[in-house]
C-alpha cells in the first residue's frame, strides 16, 4: 500500500500542531476547544441554506441499531437500501451508492459498500455519538463522491477535550425476533493534558423472522409463469394435474416464516489519545471490526439460471437424497453465502485555534485503513474483496477578508480497490484524487449570503485496460432571509459534476450480489447536475415546520441499463448515460399539543415524494426509486418517563424501469417506552421497544432485493443503557 504520502503528511501536521498546541497550559472547562471541532460543513454553526439535519445522542436511541441505512432510514427525504439487516446505506432524495458518501468523523468509511448493496458500511450503529446529515449535492465540500448527499457519523474516539472525571457508558439490549443481543462499553478519561477513549462492541443474531414467505407474490407469480411456460416447451403432451402438483411441491420448499441467511456476528472496538491544549489538540485512534453476516437472496442469483435443469435432476436429488448423500445439501442454492469482513483503521486528527494570520481554526484529519471481505460459500473461499485506502483533509477557516468569512480545504485520496474469485466483476482497480475548495458567507443586511466553488482531479488506473482521468468543479451560490418573526426561508443553487468510479467504468462479469451480469463503459464522462433547492422553515418552542422542495437536473446522469438479455443465467446490465430530472419534496413538523410541569406531550408528521425521470424514449422510469411516504409520531416526555409511537406508511411503486417488478405499499407501526433512574452519580435508562408490530410484509423498494428479501418481522427489543 502506498502509505508515504500520507506518512509524512501526518507526521509533519502532528509535529507542528503539538508544538503549537501546548504553547500555554490547558485552561480547566474552556469552551475554545469547541470552536476547534468542524461539523459536516464547516457554516453550519450559522445555519445552511443547504438542507440538513443532525440526529443527536436521544434521537439515536430510538432509531434502528441494524446499520447506517436502516439508523436514518426514517429521516424525511432519507431511506435504506437494505440487504437484510447486515448490509444497507442510506439513500437520499433517490440517489444511492457512489452518489452518497457516508463518512466516520469526516473521512470517508474507506470500505467497498459503494460498489454493491451486500457490502456493509464499517461503521456500526451502536458506538455512534451523533449523525450530521447534508441532504442534496455536497460536491463543493467532498468530492464527486457526494453528488447526493452526505451522512456523517461522529463516534467520539478521538478526544478534543480532557473529562474532569472518567466517565462512560454501558449498554445491553436483546430482542426477540432473531434471538439478537447487543453489547457495548465505551470509556473517556485523561489527566493532565492527555486524554484517552475505549470502546468495544459486539452484535450476535440468528436469522430473522418474516410474516410470510421470503419470495414477493410478485416474484413467485413471475417464477411460476416462467414455469409453465418452460414445462409447456418440453412436456407440451404431458398431464397439465401433474404439472400443477410439481408447482405446489416447489413452492413447499419456499423459505416461509423466515429469511435464510439473514443472521450476523459482528464484534470491534477502539482505542484512542489526544493531547490537549489550551489552542488546540492532537490525536490517534486505532479501531478494528469483524464482522460475520449472511447474504439472503443471494443463493436465487446463482439458481436462477437453473429452472430449466430443476426437472431434469428431480429424480436424482431424490435418489440421493434418501441415500443421505450430503453432496446437495452443500449447495449454494440450500446455503446463502456469508461474508466474513475484517477492517482495520488508523484515524488521525489535529485542531488548532489562531495558527497565524487572520485566519481562526485549521483541522487536519487522516484516515488509514486496511479492508479486506470474503464471500465464503458452502464452506469455501469464493470471492476476496480488498481495499487499502486512505483520505486526508486540511481546512483553515479565515477571518473577515472583505466581507467574507470562510473556509478553505486541501482533500487527498488513494485507494486499491481488488476483486478476486470467481463473483470478481470488475478488475482491480486503483484510484488516486486531489481536491481544493472554498466556502463562505457574508451578510447583506439581514440577508446571508453563502457561496463556494471546488476543483477535483480524480485518476482511475484499472489493472486491465486503459487509464482514465477527471477534472471536475463544483459551484454553489445560496441565500439565508428571514421572513415574519420566527420564519426564515432559504434557496440555493449549485452545479456539481462527478466522476464515474471504477465499477461504473469497468466491470463485465456477473454480480451476484445484485443478481445481474454488470457490463461497464470505459467511455462514460462525467456526471453533471443543476440543483435548486428551497426551504421554509418556521417555529417557536412549542412548535416548528419545516419544508423544502428541490428539482436537479442532470446531464449525462450514469445507470444501469436492463437489455432483456442473458448471460449465463444472469440478467445483463449495461451501464449508461443519459440526461434526468429528479424533482422532490420533504416537509416535518412538530408540535406541542399539552404541557404540564416538566411533563409534555408532542406530535409529530413527515411527508417526503420524489419523481425522478430519464430523458429516454419509452419507458423513463429508474430502477430503486423510493416511494411516496408519510409518518407520523406522538410521544410523551418527562424526567423519569418517555414514551413515542411511531407509524409510517409507504404507499405502493409501480413507476418501475424496465424488467423490475413493482411494490406493495406497507405500514410499519413502532413504539418505545423508556423509564430513566438517577443512582448516584449515574444515569440508568431502562426500555422496551416494538418495531412493526402489525407484523407487516415491508419490501423497501429502494434494495435490489426486495422481492427475495423482506425486513423482519415484528420485533419486541428491551435494553438497559447505564452512564457514569
Not at 452518497?100 to 468523523?105: L, S
Amino acid at each position: 500500500m502506498k502509505l508515504i504520502q500520507p506518512v509524512i503528511w501526518a507526521a509533519a501536521s502532528w509535529l507542528a500542531i503539538a508544538t503549537l498546541a501546548e504553547e500555554t497550559p490547558i485552561e480547566e472547562n474552556s469552551d475554545i476547544i469547541e470552536e476547534v471541532i468542524v461539523k459536516a460543513h464547516p457554516l453550519s454553526q450559522d445555519g445552511l441554506a443547504q438542507s440538513s439535519d443532525v440526529l443527536d445522542a436521544n434521537e439515536l436511541e430510538i432509531e434502528t441499531m441494524d446499520n447506517v441505512g436502516a439508523l436514518v432510514g426514517n429521516e424525511p427525504g432519507i431511506h435504506n437500501s437494505s440487504y437484510g439487516v447486515g448490509a444497507g446505506r442510506p439513500v437520499i432524495h433517490g440517489l444511492s451508492r457512489a452518489r452518497v458518501r457516508v463518512m466516520a468523523d469526516q473521512i470517508d468509511t474507506l470500505d467497498v459498500s459503494v460498489s454493491s448493496e451486500d457490502h456493509a458500511v464499517t461503521v456500526d450503529p451502536i458506538v455512534i455519538e451523533r449523525v450530521e446529515i447534508l441532504k442534496g449535492s455536497s460536491t463543493l465540500l467532498y468530492g464527486s463522491g457526494a453528488i447526493g448527499g452526505v451522512v456523517d457519523v461522529h463516534t467520539g474516539r478521538i478526544p478534543t477535550e480532557v473529562p474532569q472525571r472518567m466517565e462512560g457508558s454501558f449498554d445491553l439490549r436483546g430482542s426477540d425476533n432473531g434471538n439478537g443481543v447487543n453489547g457495548s462499553f465505551r470509556l473517556n478519561g485523561g489527566k493532565d493534558n492527555v486524554a484517552w477513549h475505549v470502546d468495544a462492541f459486539s452484535r450476535e443474531a440468528d436469522d430473522y423472522d418474516i410474516p410470510g414467505f421470503a419470495e414477493s407474490a410478485q416474484q413467485r407469480a413471475l417464477e411460476e409463469e416462467e414455469a409453465h411456460h418452460d414445462d409447456h416447451d418440453e412436456h407440451e403432451h404431458e398431464d397439465e394435474g401433474a404439472d400443477h402438483h410439481e408447482d405446489e411441491e416447489e413452492h413447499e420448499e419456499e423459505a416461509y416464516g423466515h429469511l435464510p441467511g439473514s443472521g450476523l456476528e459482528v464484534r470491534g472496538g477502539s482505542v484512542g489519545f489526544s493531547v490537549v491544549g489550551d489552542r488546540g489538540f492532537v490525536g490517534l485512534s486505532v479501531s478494528n471490526l469483524g464482522s460475520e453476516y449472511g447474504i439472503p437472496g443471494h443463493s436465487h442469483a446463482h439458481g436462477h439460471h437453473d429452472h430449466e435443469d430443476e426437472h431434469d435432476h428431480d429424480e436424482e436429488e431424490h435418489y440421493e437424497d434418501d441415500h443421505g448423500d450430503e453432496e446437495h445439501h452443500d449447495d449454494k442454492m440450500e446455503s446463502p453465502p456469508v461474508v466474513d469482513l475484517s477492517q482495520t483503521r488508523v484515524d488521525l486528527e489535529a485542531g488548532l485555534v489562531d495558527p497565524f494570520g487572520t485566519f481562526e481554526n485549521l483541522t487536519l484529519r487522516l484516515g488509514v485503513n486496511d479492508y479486506e471481505h470474503a464471500e465464503n460459500e458452502a464452506g469455501e473461499v469464493g470471492t476476496i474483496f480488498t481495499n487499502d485506502a486512505w483520505e486526508a483533509r486540511a481546512e483553515l477557516a479565515h477571518g473577515l477578508v472583505g466581507s467574507w468569512r470562510g473556509t478553505f480545504g486541501l482533500q487527498f485520496g488513494d485507494r486499491e480497490f481488488s476483486v478476486a474469485g470467481e463473483e470478481a466483476f470488475t478488475p482491480p482497480v486503483d484510484t488516486s484524487s486531489i481536491g481544493f475548495f472554498w466556502a463562505g458567507e457574508r451578510p447583506i443586511g439581514e440577508i446571508g449570503l453563502e457561496a463556494g466553488f471546488r476543483y477535483d482531479r480524480v485518476k482511475h488506473n484499472p489493472a486491465a485496460g486503459q487509464s482514465r482521468g477527471f477534472n471536475g468543479v463544483s459551484a454553489s451560490l445560496g441565500l439565508i432571509a428571514p421572513f415574519a418573526e420566527g420564519w426564515s426561508g432559504t434557496i440555493i443553487a449549485d452545479f456539481s459534476s462527478r466522476a464515474p468510479v471504477g465499477e461504473e467504468l469497468f466491470s463485465d462479469s456477473p454480480h451476484p450480489g445484485t443478481g445481474v451480469f454488470e457490463i461497464g463503459d470505459p467511455e462514460l464522462g462525467h456526471e453533471k447536475a443543476r440543483n435548486l433547492a428551497a426551504t421554509l422553515s418556521g417555529g417557536t418552542e412549542d412548535w416548528s415546520l419545516r419544508g423544502t422542495f428541490y428539482y436537479t437536473l442532470f446531464a449525462d446522469f450514469i445507470y444501469q441499463a436492463a437489455t432483456g438479455e442473458e448471460i449465463d443465467g444472469f440478467a445483463v446490465h449495461r451501464y449508461s448515460q443519459a440526461d434526468a430530472t429528479f424533482p422532490g419534496f420533504e416537509m416535518e413538523g412538530r408540535a406541542t399539543v399539552a404541557e404540564w410541569g416538566s411533563r409534555r406531550l408532542e406530535l409529530g408528521a413527515f411527508f417526503d415524494t420524489v419523481s425522478p425521470k430519464l430523458d429516454v424514449s419509452g419507458n423513463d422510469n429508474l430502477p430503486l426509486i423510493p416511494p411516496d411516504r408519510i409518518g407520523l409520531t406522538v410521544e410523551f416526555i418527562s424526567d423519569r418517563l418517555r414514551a413515542n409511537v411511531d407509524y409510517v406508511r409507504a404507499s405502493d411503486q409501480y413507476d418501475v424501469a424496465d424488467f423490475e417488478l413493482p411494490s406493495d405499499s406497507y405500514a410499519d407501526l413502532r413504539a418505545r417506552i423508556a423509564w430513566r433512574f438517577r443512582p448516584a452519580n449515574r444515569t440508568v435508562d431502562v426500555f422496551v421497544a416494538g418495531r412493526n408490530l402489525t407484523d407487516d410484509e415491508q419490501r423497501l423498494h429502494t434494495s435490489v432485493v426486495k422481492d427475495l428479501a423482506p425486513q423482519p418481522g415484528r420485533t419486541i427489543e428491551a435494553g438497559m443503557r447505564v452512564r457514569f
